[in-house]
């Protein structure tokens, strides 16, 4: 049993559940996807879907489903650990920002209190990457680390529709710096947008292109409110596009920058190398481990903006995807082992 607080598509760790439990059904296993029902949720070929709240749902589901392991992804399952009979609990950590930059801070606190005391009792404690094992507080068995090749890719194939996207979206004269994140009033100061924005100004005032010459565009999920605000930043702003829209999107631009506090793995800098992208962002542990330039000076940002908009007539995008195959394995043999074990001890 897979469980999440989250299922949307366009969540990043909904995105991973679906990819492992697409890798356990392929291998013959029985999986039941857990958590909250939501309008836009991955289908999850081939598993049972149940809609659950809570650790203590979560574990009368278990127990009535015979399910050998539960795999938790997100607070509050983690918490499954304690309730009686769930003795074969893994826990797979995405991470979570602190808790001082969210209105509900002290919610949020809360639940990283009772993942402390949960996650010492699972039987194995893996993470998405070495940023999120790093700055966890629990011992970790091992990382798993995430992949890119499941998304769009660039190649010459798409340069025609590059073309007719730029022209209809009134890019063609221009050098287009892109962000993907979610921009909600209560995400924009962790997902960096305010610097995304102040990085504009500077390359305005440094790079000596025309007024309009180079734009930042931000997309991702947003309300109308959180459109205004972003435009009013001087950014451009594209809410709630389709999947195959933001392809397009990623296609038609120049460049990507994220300026995010906090991330365990950013999916927005994994699509912009996996579309050929120059990439530039914020320097935190899970940027680092994309191998590309990083740096939390405005200045120094800007400066790379203007050097990639001087050289754009020379630059040939080549995408750069990470195979999900090697790590979709581990995450299945671990499982399995732990799934045998279980089944051993009953």
């Excluded at 994309?290 to 050097?307: K, L, P, Q, S």
Aim: proline share 5%; net charge neutral.
């Amino acid at each position: 049993m897979l469980a999440s607080n989250t299922h949307a598509v366009g969540h990043g760790v909904a995105v991973v559940l679906a990819l492992q439990a697409g890798e356990l059904v392929r291998r013959g296993m029985g999986v039941v996807v857990a958590g909250p029902v939501g309008g836009h949720d991955f289908s999850y070929p081939g598993c049972a879907r149940l809609d659950v709240a809570d650790a203590r749902g979560l574990a009368l589901t278990a127990d009535r489903f015979g399910v050998d392991l539960i795999v938790a992804c997100t607070p509050p399952f983690f918490s499954v650990v304690h309730e009686p009979g769930c003795k074969s609990v893994m826990a797979f950590d995405h991470g979570e920002p602190p808790p001082d930059w969210f209105p509900d801070r002290v919610r949020r606190g809360r639940l990283l209190e009772e993942k402390d005391l949960a996650l010492p009792l699972a039987k194995a404690v893996y993470t998405n990457s070495k940023a999120v094992a790093g700055e966890s507080r629990t011992p970790v068995t091992g990382v798993i680390p995430l992949g890119n090749g499941h998304l769009g890719q660039w190649s010459e194939d798409r340069m025609a529709r590059r073309q007719m996207v730029r022209k209809a979206l009134g890019w063609s004269d221009r050098f287009i710096v892109l962000n993907v994140c979610r921009f909600h009033k209560a995400e924009r100061q962790y997902k960096g947008v305010d610097t995304y924005s102040a990085v504009q100004a500077a390359v305005r005032e440094r790079s000596g292109a025309a007024p309009g010459e180079i734009q930042f565009v931000q997309c991702g999920k947003a309300l109308e409110d959180d459109v205004k605000a972003v435009n009013a930043a001087g950014l451009v702003a594209m809410a709630n596009p389709s999947d195959a829209s933001l392809i397009d999107i990623y296609a038609a631009a120049d460049a990507y920058a994220n300026f995010s506090r906090w991330e365990g793995y950013n999916l927005g800098i994994g699509q912009a190398l996996a579309m050929g992208l120059p990439t530039l962002a914020s320097d935190i542990p899970a940027h680092r481990e994309f191998g590309i330039e990083v740096t939390n000076d405005i200045h120094r940002a800007a400066d790379w903006v203007a050097e990639r908009w001087r050289e754009r007539a020379s630059v040939q995008r080549v995408a750069r995807p990470t195979p999900w195959e090697p790590h979709l394995e581990r995450f299945a043999q671990v499982v399995e082992s732990l799934c045998v074990q279980a089944s051993t001890t009953k």
